[in-house]
Structure formats: C-alpha cells, structure tokens
C-alpha cells in the first residue's frame, strides 16, 4: 500500500530519523516531498480520466502475460500539471540552494512551453530514461533533477490510476518479474506474516503482486544454487536477495521477523534501507 494521510507521513518520518542515515535538515525535505505527492494524488482525483489507461480485456491479458495499464493515455488537466510543476520547482529550489539555478531554467522552460507535458508523461510512462537526456540539453536543466521533477508529480497519478483495478491482480500468481500494471522492475520486496508469499512492489505505480520465491524477477533463474539472500544484522527483517546469474539484487522486508502489527509502506521502507542498496552495489550486485 502507498501513503494515505498525514498520519502516515509522520510515523514514517520519526521511522525514517531513527535510522540515523539523515539529517534534520532532510528529513523536513523528505517530509515536505512526501506531503506534496499526497496532495498530487488527493487533488487528482477530479482533474484526471484513468480509464483510458486501461483498454481490452483486463482480465484475459492478466492470463496472457501482458500488462494491464498504459500511462502514457491518462487524460490530465494542463492547469493542473502547470500548478504542480511550479510547486515542486518551488520545493526543490528551498531544498537546495544550489539547484536554483536550473529551477529557474525548468520553470522559463514550463512557462514558455518548451515542456510537452504529454511526452514527458508517455516516456515515463514507458521507462524510456532517455529522453529525459534530449530534454535536458535542450533546456540546459540536468538529467536527474528534470527526471525526478517529472517523476514527483506523476506517481502519485500512477498510483491513483491503478488502485481501482487492484483486486485484479491481488491474488494472482504473476509469473514475470515486471510489475502487472505497467512493466518496470521491481524495486523492493515483502515475505507476508504467517504463509510467507512474496509479494514485489512497483517503485512506478506502487503496485504489489505475488510473485514465486525462489525466482529471480528479473532474468527469471530458478536455479536454487544461484539464489541466496544475505542479512545486514541477524535480528533483522530487512535482507537482501541477491541473483549469481544477473547479479541483480532485491531488498526485502520479512514480515513474519517483525514483531508488531506494522503495515509495509514500501515508499518508507525504501529510504529507511538506503544503506542495505550501497552494501548491495559494493558487493557488485547492481539495480535492474
Ligand atoms: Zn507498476
Ligand atoms: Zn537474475
């Protein structure tokens, strides 16, 4: 499940400080990024049309293997991207001073319509990280923060358009790696209290499907001998899983390790387990 209300935003923030990895100072900016992605997705509501993301047979492409959302035919609001683009420059820009320049780049650029909201939606969309290359040296604003300006203001529309179909691919046992929805590789993972199901979550839509265990999800090896999973702490339920064959790596919550009641809000999770990615990257697995 993705953040809901304030309530959530809070307790994961104090979670998220006692990891000790952060700052004060960016702790208030995690907190402020992660207030502005539930006001997107709370004022979206009425300035979007999620149904056409979805065309055919929902169903019948679940059994065939294909995924179900296409992104890139939400219809927005232009007013609406406008008022949200201009926020998150503006929340970029107190965040970091440095970056101040090329925010105002980024907002001449909006102003001017040098910015097609549409082609910026269907490259995200469709994990086409590259033309957010093009875009960069054509309005001399860096490939990073143009990518994560775009990204802040529509996930959260992601995430929106696919919670109405959800209870399509609940229970279902997904046999590729890439997420139901919208195809992009999975960014963390969760063994369930009691059985024990592995679910994958979409660091896109936020998506959550069941997925095989011993299966790596992204070059679909079986092969046990080359599946293996490490712990940072051995009292932790946080691990890694790691595949010999692609070296690709997931970090994992188990939930049957974790005592209390607690929901997985994978966004918290993520950013809690930063440290678990740099021990992951210098053990020469890689992000895939
Ligand atoms: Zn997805
Ligand atoms: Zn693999």
């Given at each position: 499940?993705s ?9 994961g923030?104090?979670s998220?400080?006692?990891t ?12 402020k990024?992660?207030r502005?992605s539930l006001?997107v997705?709370?004022?979206a ?5 999620t ?7 929902c169903?019948?492409?679940?059994e065939?293997g ?8 939400i ?10 683009f201009?926020k ?6 107190e965040?970091n001073?440095?970056e ?5 780049k980024m907002?001449?650029a909006?102003?001017?319509?040098k910015?097609?909201f549409s ?7 469709r994990?086409?990280?590259r033309?957010?290359?093009?875009l ?8 990073e923060?143009?990518h994560s300006?775009?990204?802040?203001v529509?996930?959260?529309?992601f995430e929106?358009?696919v919670?109405e ?16 929805m919208?195809?992009?590789n999975?960014?963390?993972a969760?063994?369930?209290k009691?059985?024990g199901r592995?679910l ?5 839509c ?9 299966k790596?999800p992204?070059c679909?090896?079986?092969?046990q001998k ?11 339920f946080y691990?890694?899983d790691?595949c010999e064959?692609?070296?690709?790596y ?6 049957r ?8 809000i994978?966004e918290i ?5 930063f ?5 992951a ?6 992000k895939?």
């Open positions: 499940m953040i809901k209300t304030i309530g959530q935003i809070k307790k923030i104090k998220i400080e006692k000790r990895q952060f700052e004060k100072e960016s702790l208030v900016h995690i907190e990024f992660f502005f006001n997705k709370r004022s509501k009425k300035r979007i049309e149904a056409p993301a979805f065309s055919g047979d169903k019948e492409k679940i065939k294909e995924h179900l959302a296409d992104f890139s035919k219809k927005i609001n232009d007013n609406f991207l406008l008022d949200k201009h998150i420059c503006e929340i970029r820009a965040i001073a440095k101040m320049e090329e925010i105002q907002k001449k909006i102003d001017n319509e910015i097609d082609k910026i939606q269907q490259n995200l969309a994990g086409k990280i033309y957010f290359d093009t960069s040296k054509k309005i001399g604003v860096g490939k923060l143009l300006i775009a990204l802040a529509y996930k959260p529309i929106l358009t919670e179909k959800k209870d399509l691919i609940e229970d279902y046992v997904w046999e590729k790696g890439s997420c139901p919208c195809g992009t999975p960014g963390m969760k063994l369930e009691e059985v592995r994958l979550w979409c660091p896109l936020s998506s959550e499907w069941v997925y095989r265990r011993m790596c992204f679909e090896n079986d092969e080359s599946l293996r999973f490490f712990y940072v702490d051995d009292d932790s691990r890694v790691v064959t692609c070296k690709g997931v970090k994992t919550i188990d939930e390790k974790r005592g209390k009641e607690e929901k997985t994978f999770e993520d950013i809690k387990t440290y678990l990615d740099d021990i990257l210098k053990e020469g697995y890689k895939i």
